[in-house]
T-cell receptor, first 119, second 111 residues
Framework: DAGVIQSPRHEVTEMGQEVTLRCKPISGHNSLFWYRQTMMRGLELLIYFNNNVPIDDSGMPEDRFSAKMPNASFSTLKIQPSEPRDSAVYFC?????????????????FGPGTRLTVL | GEDVEQSLFLSVREGDSSVINCTYTDSSSTYLYWYKQEPGAGLQLLTYIFSNMDMKQDQRLTVLLNKKDKHLSLRIADTQTGDSAIYFCAERSGGYQKVTFGTGTKLQVIP
């Protein structure tokens, strides 16, 4: 398995521009999570989906941030307009509930991240 | 709500044991985890422990869980320079496989 795939790996943009980050979860996983990591705030959960449905978006900083999951194999995180304080590493992770009766550790598998720099 | 706390930094000499500590607040946690993040990479599961266990050993790693005090620790025996990374404590909380992560402890191994 290729693992969680994120693109782009690096993004440099100017303030006010729209930024779209992409994620392909591991095939068969039914939960997808978007995180943001900064030195100041550590790792923050922004939003997560279960079976393509947004469950909790309380971590989304403000209306400039939006996330979609149109199907089980693709999700986007969009920032419009972007601001310098959005500069961070954005991670996508996916997990699976495991087989019924087999027990599940709910392990999350992380992608390599997208390093976003907003000038 | 759920809260997971860790110290930010730990420095040890190569060959010594490292102990990284974590406290959490959700008494209903079912699983607790240790993730490792190497520079420029995402988090990767290192080990986990089920909440009805007190200890779990996996090669150089020993996880201790004190449910009464809501305290979790990770001991790395014979620490190597390759163990230098950020270690995150996490707890399974809520539904839909949501996990709450701690702030991360940066482990520096001095040769």
């Amino acid at each position: 398995d290729a693992g969680v795939i994120q693109s782009p790996r690096h993004e440099v943009t100017e303030m006010g521009q729209e930024v779209t980050l992409r994620c392909k979860p591991i095939s068969g996983h039914n939960s997808l999570f978007w995180y943001r990591q900064t030195m100041m705030r550590g790792l923050e959960l922004l939003i997560y989906f279960n079976n393509n449905v947004p469950i909790d978006d309380s971590g989304m900083p403000e209306d400039r941030f939006s996330a979609k999951m149109p199907n089980a194999s693709f999700s986007t995180l969009k920032i419009q307009p972007s601001e310098p304080r959005d500069s961070a590493v954005y991670f996508c992770a996916s997990s699976s509930p495991g087989l019924a009766g087999a027990g599940s550790t709910d392990t999350q598998y992380f992608g390599p991240g997208t390093r976003l720099t907003v000038l | 709500g759920e809260d997971v706390e860790q110290s930010l930094f730990l420095s040890v000499r190569e060959g010594d044991s490292s102990v990284i500590n974590c406290t959490y607040t959700d008494s209903s946690s079912t699983y607790l985890y240790w993730y490792k993040q190497e520079p420029g990479a995402g988090l990767q599961l290192l080990t986990y422990i089920f909440s009805n266990m007190d200890m779990k050993q996996d090669q150089r790693l020993t996880v201790l869980l004190n449910k009464k005090d809501k305290h979790l620790s990770l001991r790395i025996a014979d620490t190597q320079t390759g163990d230098s990374a950020i270690y995150f404590c996490a707890e399974r909380s809520g539904g839909y496989q949501k996990v709450t992560f701690g702030t991360g402890t940066k482990l520096q191994v001095i040769p």
